[in-house]
C-alpha cells in the first residue's frame, strides 16, 4: 500500500489477555520501528528492525511484550498478561533504512485499552 | 533519562502572529533533527528536518534553527494558522542508526 497500514485500529481487551497489534510497512522500507504514546505523554520507542540485523529491543517495557518481523516486512508486536497500563496508542512506522537523515512514516496506530 | 526535552507541553497562539516550539537534547552523539506533528487520532506526519552541518532549514511557513553548541533546536511557524493546531514532537538521532528519539511534545492552539 501506500503507506504504513496497523491492524487493528481499535482493540478493547480483558486485563490477564494476549494481543497481537500487526503493521505492514511502506513496500521497499527495510527498517521498521513500534513506538507507543499513553495518554498524556510522548512517543516512546519500543523497537527497531533493520534488514537482517538483530532487533534493537531496548525500548520494551517488559518481558511481556515481544514482536517479530517476518520476511523482513510485516511486523507483530504480542503484549502478553495485559495490563492496564498497557492501555494507549501502539504507532508502528518505517523507513528506507539509509541514515542519516532519514524519515520515518508512520501509521495511524493501533488504540489498545485494557479494561 | 529524556534524551530529547520539550519543556512546554502547551503554547497558544494568535492566528496570524509567529509560533516558537522548543527542544533540547542531552546526548551530543545526535546529529540530525525532525518535527513531526500529530492531529488528534492520527499517526504522527513528518513536518522538516535539519542536520547538524546547518543551522537553519526553512520551508514556507515552517523554519527549524538549531544551536549545537547550547543543544538546542526550535521551530518558528509564521504566519500562524489555525489549521497549525496540533501536537508537535521533536526528535533526532545520529549518523549510526535511524533509530528516532521523541520529545513529549507540545500541544500548539492557534486562536483566530
Known amino acids: 500500500g501506500a503507506g504504513v497500514s496497523q491492524s487493528p485500529s481499535n482493540k478493547v481487551t480483558e486485563k490477564g489477555k494476549d494481543v497481537e497489534l500487526r503493521c505492514d510497512p511502506i513496500?521497499?522500507?527495510?527498517?521498521l520501528y513500534w513506538y507507543r504514546q499513553s495518554l498524556g505523554q510522548g512517543l516512546e520507542f519500543l523497537i527497531y528492525?533493520?534488514?537482517?540485523?538483530?532487533?534493537?529491543k531496548s525500548g520494551l517495557p517488559s518481558d511481556r511484550f515481544s514482536a517479530e518481523r517476518t520476511g523482513g516486512s510485516v511486523s507483530t508486536l504480542t503484549i502478553q498478561r495485559t495490563q492496564q497500563e498497557d492501555s494507549a496508542v501502539y504507532l508502528c512506522a518505517s523507513s528506507r533504512g539509509d541514515p542519516p537523515g532519514n524519515t520515518i512514516y508512520f501509521g495511524e496506530g493501533s488504540w489498545l485499552t485494557v479494561v | 533519562d529524556q534524551q530529547v526535552k520539550q519543556n512546554s507541553p502547551s503554547l497558544s497562539v494568535q492566528e496570524g502572529r509567529i509560533s516558537i516550539l522548543n527542544c533540547d537534547y542531552t546526548n551530543s552523539m545526535f546529529d540530525y533533527f525532525l518535527w513531526y506533528k500529530k492531529y488528534p487520532a492520527e499517526g504522527p506526519t513528518f513536518l522538516i528536518s535539519i542536520s547538524s552541518i546547518k543551522d537553519k532549514n526553512e520551508d514556507g511557513r515552517f523554519t527549524v534553527f538549531l544551536n549545537k553548541s547550547a543543544k538546542h533546536l526550535s521551530l518558528h511557524i509564521v504566519p500562524s494558522q489555525p489549521g497549525d493546531s496540533a501536537v508537535y514532537f521533536c526528535a533526532a538521532n545520529n549518523y549510526n542508526t535511524d533509530k528516532l528519539i521523541f520529545g513529549t511534545g507540545t500541544r500548539l492552539q492557534v486562536f483566530p
Open positions: 528492525f533493520q534488514g537482517n540485523s538483530a532487533p534493537d
Open positions: 513496500s521497499g522500507h527495510t527498517a
